[in-house]
């Protein structure tokens, strides 16, 4: 399984921007996903996650409401849909699959190799 992502760049306060992430190997369809994103000096956060039909779904209080994930099992692609951004969104998002259909937001080994996001005010 080869996980990588994409979306990330310069945003303004308020903007917004999707990430993508795409799967390569395996069974898309059959394994649930998370984002999560770390700032230098911090441990990786857990910021949603989808399962693998899209029937569940978990955010981290602090994007509840602002961001949202999906999945496009036919792209083998999941979305980290993010609006509202503010300076302390700021940090390197990581994708993450899990080899298992539940919905779970503990991370597994299966991790791209991350797309910067930096909200400047």
């Known amino acids: 399984v080869r996980v990588t992502e994409s979306g990330g760049g310069l945003a303004q306060v308020g903007d917004s921007r999707r990430l993508t992430c795409t799967v390569s190997g395996g069974t898309f369809s059959q394994y649930a996903m998370s984002w999560f994103r770390q700032v230098p000096g911090k441990e990786r956060e857990f910021v949603a996650a989808i399962s693998a039909e899209a029937f569940s779904f978990e955010y981290a209080d602090s994007v509840r409401g602002r961001f949202t994930i999906s999945r496009d099992n036919a792209k083998k692609s999941v979305y980290l849909d993010m609006n509202s951004l503010k300076p302390e969104d700021t940090a390197v998002y990581y994708c993450?699959?899990?080899?298992?259909?539940?919905?779970?937001?503990?991370?597994?080994?299966?991790w791209g190799q991350g797309t910067q996001v930096i909200v400047s005010s």
């Open positions: 993450n699959c899990n080899l298992a259909p539940f919905l779970d937001t503990r991370p597994t080994d299966y």
